[in-house]
């Protein structure tokens, strides 16, 4: 995957439908995405070469422990960006949208450098 905005959102909208369906497979993504089934498969391929998703026998996609854990530091982003945006006076829904992009375009590295400066530890 070229950059973090296509994980983030493969693996967000394969967590998304998991959780919704039980089963997740190529064809799902695609029609959640409105996105052709061949680019779908081409993120797959390269989610599962990255060691983020497998791929079982029947097709149906899961995240790795490796893919929870990335969904999770994203999660944890965004969840720090609504919270300052909502406290600096943002709209519920203008604020979610922009911290769904301020998570996307910050590196977990620069986000951990953020949290340092910040005195903000991993538990808090």
Known sequence: MGNNT?????????QFLG????????VDV?????????????AVKKLVEGRML???????LVLTETG????LGYRERCDFFRRVLLAAGLEPDNAEREAFSLAQAVQPDTFDALKKYL??????
Request: with cysteine; proline share 2%; hydrophobic share 35%.
């Open 54 to 60: 497998v791929m079982e026998a029947d097709g149906n």
């Open 68 to 71: 929870v854990q990335y969904m």
């Open 19 to 26: 959780k919704k369906y039980c089963c997740v497979r190529s």
């Open 30 to 42: 695609a029609h959640y995405l409105n996105y052709s089934k061949p680019s779908v498969s081409c």
């Open 6 to 14: 296509s994980i983030d959102l493969y693996l967000w909208v394969v």
């Open 119 to 124: 005195g903000i530890s991993d538990s808090g």
